[in-house]
């Protein structure tokens, strides 16, 4: 199952994932796009738009300087027959489990008894009370509700009036300032001793390693990533149309160049251990000696695509050069991403594209 993600273009050694996507006996995704990795689905099940569900952002507002909450309601309503994308999602794990007989309603129900009894521990109150509290709402909004009525701010179920709710978001549409952010150290630790292990012992057991490493021969060409304004990943590809291959040039420094007896604008393959692709060289004094540089995410082609931007100016495969197997960080078994060390040769007439 997948959702909203393209691992046959995100995850290394894309050939052999591809390859994976294609053996299994059912794959399911919930995605707009029939893209490199929803093409080799058995079913896709497309959300409705996004502005047919509202908004309270999580994620960047661990960026902020201030404690700020808002939400944004829906725009539009949901179609005739169309689910919301929780409903798809709730519906599937149902199915997963072999309950085909639940409704919508009884497993979204399920979920949030769930987050209820976790609400009532921090806000100290009976798990019934937070229930009933959010009883007038569904899906991500109870839960959304539950959040924030039992956080720091919050109305803790009636036990503060005048506290944070979604109610109380909802009059307020441009948001409401709580000031600035205040520290929580050291009370939010959990370590033994109470304070942050700078140097854990699995980290110190490891330095040997990493000071051998500094030491041995390094590879005549690194290759590492880049991020680009126009994606995030293979996010936004088919989103906008995309100028051509240019901005999945392979940038290398004006010496490494004449080294290799290449220049600006050749038509270049780059090897590595795994396999090659070929990329538009680009010259960038930027780049250190000895490191070239691609983004990665894209390589937008094959049979059965409908993302026509992105087809369009399919750049090359970055990942398809990352080993999955050998080249692998010890301590987290993650595969390495940056560094894989790479050839550039000027490409011939037959060449991979």
């Known amino acids: 199952m997948t959702v909203a993600g393209n691992p046959a273009r995100s995850l290394p050694n894309t050939a052999h994932v591809e390859e994976a996507l294609r053996a299994l006996e059912f794959m399911v995704s919930v995605d707009c796009y029939v893209n490199e990795t929803t093409r080799h689905a058995d079913v896709i099940l497309p959300p409705p738009p996004l502005a047919t569900r509202g908004h309270h952002d999580v994620t960047l507002a661990h960026f902020q300087v201030r404690n700020v909450a808002r939400y944004t309601p829906p725009l539009l309503d949901l179609g005739e027959g169309e689910l919301a994308e929780w409903q798809i999602l709730l519906r599937l794990a149902a199915l997963a489990k072999g309950e085909t007989g639940r409704t919508t309603a009884e497993l979204d129900d399920e979920v949030a008894v769930v987050a209820a009894r976790r609400a009532s521990k921090l806000a100290g109150v009976a798990p019934d009370r937070a229930y009933a509290s959010t009883a007038g709402r569904r899906g991500p909004q109870r839960l959304l509700d539950l959040r924030l009525r039992s956080g720091p701010y919050g109305d803790r179920f009636g036990e503060e009036p005048g506290g944070l709710t979604l109610a109380l978001l909802e009059a307020h549409p441009d ?7 205040r520290p929580r150290l050291p009370e939010v ?45 293979s996010w936004l590809h088919n989103a906008l149309p995309q100028p051509d ?32 692709v070929t990329a538009e060289l680009r010259l960038d004094d930027a780049l250190r000696p000895g490191v070239v540089s691609m983004p990665h995410g894209w390589g937008h082609r094959g049979p059965g695509l409908r993302t026509t931007r992105s087809a369009a100016a399919p750049g090359a495969d970055y990942n398809a050069l990352v080993d999955d197997t050998a080249a692998l960080e010890p301590l987290t078994a993650a595969p390495i991403f940056n560094g894989v060390p790479v050839t550039v040769t000027r490409c011939r007439e037959e060449d991979p594209r």
């Open 175 to 181: 948001g409401i300032d709580y000031g600035p952010l």
């Open 189 to 233: 630790l959990r370590t033994p001793g109470g304070r942050i292990d700078l140097v854990p012992e699995m980290i110190v057991a490891d330095i040997p390693r990493l000071r051998a490493s500094l030491v041995r021969p390094v590879p005549e060409l690194l290759l590492i990533n880049r991020r680009q304004r126009r994606g995030m990943n």
């Open 245 to 276: 291959d240019g901005q999945c040039a392979l940038l290398m420094n004006p010496g490494d160049a004449a080294g290799h007896r290449l220049v600006d604008g050749d038509r270049v393959l780059v090897t590595s251990p795994v396999t090659s």
